[in-house]
């Protein structure tokens, strides 16, 4: 009987030794190159008949520091987001998790990094803009569903083009 008390001890005080206490950091949010746009920016796009929209960020949130128990291969959920406002029937809200969610207008959202939807597609490459590396992403809609059926998004630097089905129109954003 000691022996079955005292295996159970030594079980009991390894799962309590095996938690740790996560620390998650959060972005820096000083540090432009992670999160690109915060409350109050503008992100402008033109279109392909030199048309322009302005959109500007009127909802940001970024989870920043916590601390939780864990076991040692926690993850750190680093939820941050923006959301603009409405031109032209056109707004954008993305998340800035890995390789990130968005939203177009009314439209559901596409992929989160750890969802795989069979309503949509994604290619990754690597590309270098203006001499520095990104990793790009290109999203097609194949449901037929989103009226914003293509996007291009480039880690760190937000969706830079979309293709609106509903005008034919290509937006890409100037930096």
Not at 24 to 38: E, K, M, Q, T, V
Not at 121 to 149: A, P
Not at 150 to 159: A, N, P, S, V, W
Request: proline share 1%; net charge neutral; hydrophobic share 30%.
């Amino acid at each position: 009987m000691r022996n079955y008390i005292f295996i159970g001890l030594l079980l009991v005080m390894c799962i309590v030794n095996s938690c740790i206490t996560a620390r998650c950091h959060g972005y820096d949010l000083n540090d432009y190159r992670y999160i690109s746009f915060r409350l109050g920016d503008t992100l402008t796009y033109v279109s392909n008949k030199s048309d322009t929209i302005h959109l500007v960020v009127i909802d940001f949130f970024s989870k920043g520091y916590y601390e939780f128990k864990a076991v040692p291969d926690y993850k750190c959920n680093l939820d941050t987001y923006y959301q603009t406002d409405t031109k032209q029937g056109i707004s954008i809200k993305e998340h800035i998790m890995y390789i990130t969610g968005a939203q177009f207008c009314n439209d559901k959202a596409y992929l989160k990094y750890y969802e795989s939807k069979d309503d949509c597609e994604k290619e990754e490459s690597d590309t270098v803009v203006n001499g520095l590396s990104y990793r790009k992403y290109v999203v097609r809609d194949i449901s037929g569903e989103r009226r914003i059926d293509r996007y291009i998004k480039l880690d760190y630097r937000g969706i830079i083009e979309f293709h609106d089905k509903s005008t034919g129109l290509t937006w890409k954003q100037i930096w």
